[in-house]
């Protein structure tokens, strides 16, 4: 049987890249028949370095990108899904990329998440509350911080002698797995949106 084609995507970056990085290597494995065809990086970043290293195309669009010229950057890229992967801009999604676009974020939403929860300060919010859970969330993305329906949420213990680098460090662990094997499922599904709950079906 012969393999569908790789699904042409954009991951957005702002920061190190390494959620870029594990996406690539699920690529490259064989595990997501996916293809990056345009990389957006909000700013000059370690991650937007790589990706010219890797020989990916790769464009800096600082501030919020204009509905329009988002539309158009998707167009042009060829790309069937936005995939955000540590950007910190707020998207002004066009109509017809509306539920198009997700996002990975490293707490169990709705908790710790919207604007200003991004990087150390979710796992430092998440220990200042006591909890003795968190994990990772992937959801699809409206055009506000982190509330757009949930596809997918993994779980970790917090343990009584973490900090917030320890306990980032289990979370991103958990990201890996759980993005990659979400995106496989998205990229050959199709999505169903009732009363906010979303659900992946099988195509
Ligand atoms: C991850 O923790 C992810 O949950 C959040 O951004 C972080 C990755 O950023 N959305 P980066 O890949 O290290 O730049």
């Given at each position: 049987m012969t393999r569908p084609a790789p699904t042409p995507f954009v991951p957005?970056?702002?920061?190190?890249?390494?959620?870029?990085?594990?996406?690539?290597?699920s690529i490259e494995s064989g595990a997501l028949n996916a293809?990056?065809?345009q990389v957006v990086a909000s700013r000059e970043c370690p991650g937007i370095e790589w990706a010219r290293a890797q020989g990916l195309p790769a464009v800096?669009?600082?501030?919020?990108?204009?509905?329009?010229?988002?539309?158009?950057?998707?167009?042009?890229?060829?790309?069937k899904w936005g995939v955000l992967a540590g950007y910190t801009r707020l998207l002004d999604l066009p109509d017809l990329w509306q539920s198009r676009f997700?996002?990975?974020?490293?707490?169990?939403?709705?908790?710790?998440?919207?604007?200003?929860w991004y990087g150390d300060r979710v796992h430092?919010?998440?220990?200042?509350?006591?909890?003795?859970?968190?994990?990772?969330t992937v959801h699809l993305c409206d055009s506000t911080y982190d509330t757009g329906p949930i596809l997918a949420q993994r779980c970790c213990p917090v343990l009584d002698d973490d900090t917030p680098e320890t306990l980032a460090r289990r979370v991103f662990e958990l990201e890996c797995e759980l993005?990659?094997?979400?995106l496989v499922r998205l990229f050959s599904g199709r999505v169903s949106i009732e009363a906010g709950r979303a659900r992946i079906i099988p195509a």
């Open positions: 957005f970056i702002s920061g190190t890249g390494r959620t870029l990085q594990n996406l690539v290597r293809r990056v065809c800096v669009r600082q501030g919020v990108i204009p509905r329009d010229d988002l539309a158009q950057l998707m167009a042009d890229s060829g790309a997700v996002n990975i974020h490293p707490a169990l939403l709705p908790s710790f998440g919207g604007a200003g430092r919010g998440v220990l200042e509350a006591g909890c003795k859970v968190s994990g990772c993005y990659p094997e979400v």
